[in-house]
């Protein structure tokens, strides 16, 4: 079967660093997304990951490790506008084609 | 903006209602999707149409009935539907569907609301 797990919420403070994991079980694996979704807004491409290591972005970073099943999103230097929910994606194999599989969100809260 | 509009944003129906949501991308994309989204549950994939033609239809009642009359435009007619249909219904688009293809890009959503 496929399954995507991720937390469902995360705290932090304002200026720290946070890890969001997610685990994967899939039908083949052709990559791996993470998206940012405010709350009534469309959730936004973040991060892909298609070869296991760092792939790092500015604030945000992404990892993957294909063999364990295993991703994380790094998030620093926090700011209060990072609080939002982050999906983790992967996308598998389906029949003769790829589709993209979400996990149900982890929402992060950023205090001050 | 993300270059995919969605219309409209709120919708309030009874069950013996029909409407349709409409979706448009600006992208250049040959690929489109329907997505549910329901509170605390991961994105539902629904219809997926590459070069105008349907190539997913993932178990959805037939209430649900999808039109793509060409690469930058897509419908959801609704008909007949039920209270635990309410949620938000997310389009994308991309660029192709398999193998190397980039990200989706979303549409803010439709947030039905089933009476």
């Known amino acids: 079967g496929q399954n995507i797990d991720q937390p469902t919420e995360m705290t932090a403070t304002e200026g720290a660093i946070v890890q969001i994991n997610c685990t994967y079980q899939?039908?083949?694996?052709?990559?791996l997304f993470w998206y940012q979704q405010h709350a009534g807004e469309a959730p936004t491409f973040l991060s892909y990951?298609?070869?296991?290591g760092l792939e790092e972005k500015g604030r945000f970073s992404s990892f993957l490790s294909r063999s364990k099943g295993y991703s994380y999103l790094l998030l620093k230097e926090l700011q209060m506008k990072d609080s939002a929910s982050y999906l983790c994606?992967?996308?598998?194999?389906?029949?003769?084609?790829?589709?993209?599989?979400f996990g149900s969100g982890t929402r992060l809260l950023v205090r001050p | 903006e993300t270059g995919v509009t969605q219309t409209p944003r709120h919708l309030v129906m009874g069950m013996t209602n029909k409407k349709s949501l409409k979706c448009e991308q600006h992208?250049?994309?040959?690929?489109m999707y329907w997505y549910k989204q329901s509170a605390k549950k991961p994105l539902e994939l629904m219809f997926v149409y590459s070069l105008e033609e349907r190539v997913e239809n993932n178990s959805v009642p037939s209430r649900f009935s999808p039109e793509c009359p060409n690469s930058s435009h897509l419908f959801l007619h609704l008909h007949t539907l039920q209270p635990e249909d309410s949620a938000l219904y997310l389009c994308?688009?991309?660029?192709?569907?398999?193998?190397?293809?980039?990200?989706?890009?979303f549409g803010e959503g439709s947030r039905l609301t089933v009476l």
């Open positions: 992208l250049g994309h040959n690929a």
């Open positions: 899939t039908s083949g694996f052709n990559g």
């Open positions: 990951n298609v070869l296991d």
């Open positions: 994606a992967v996308r598998g194999l389906m029949d003769s084609s790829y589709k993209l599989i």
């Open positions: 994308a688009s991309s660029h192709g569907t398999g193998g190397n293809t980039g990200e989706l890009f």
